[in-house]
């Protein structure tokens, strides 16, 4: 079972940037992916999560400004962050959730520079 995520990068204030991440390895479906946040030194907190079902859910600082899709079939999850903030520079990790366990990718690195 493995997450595979890409797409971070350094980025300008007010720039965008397109987080991926593909789930390999499962023999089951997952119910939930979605992206998590650490900043340095700070705990690692919700950005979103989309569910097979099309339902999703944002943490309130991302709310319009990022868009979250879920691929079912492909087992992706894209992150489309807009008009992004220095408040965003952390590091992002893809999660997966399925059959009560939760997954978890490498983090990449999202800097926004003021």
């Known amino acids: 079972v493995q997450l595979q995520a890409s797409g971070g990068g350094l980025v300008q204030a007010g720039g965008s940037l397109r987080l991926s991440c593909g789930a390999s390895g499962f023999r089951f479906s997952v119910n939930t992916m979605g992206w998590y946040r650490q900043a340095p030194g700070k705990q690692r907190e919700l950005v979103a999560t989309g569910t097979i079902y099309g339902t999703t859910n944002y943490a309130d600082p991302v709310k319009g400004r990022f868009t979250i899709s879920v691929d079912r079939d492909k087992k992706t999850v894209i992150l489309q962050m807009n008009s992004l903030k220095p408040e965003d520079t952390a590091v992002y990790y893809c999660?997966?959730?399925?059959?009560?366990?939760?997954?978890w990718g490498q983090g990449t690195l999202v800097t926004v520079s003021s």
């Open positions: 999660y997966a959730s399925g059959r009560g366990t939760d997954y």
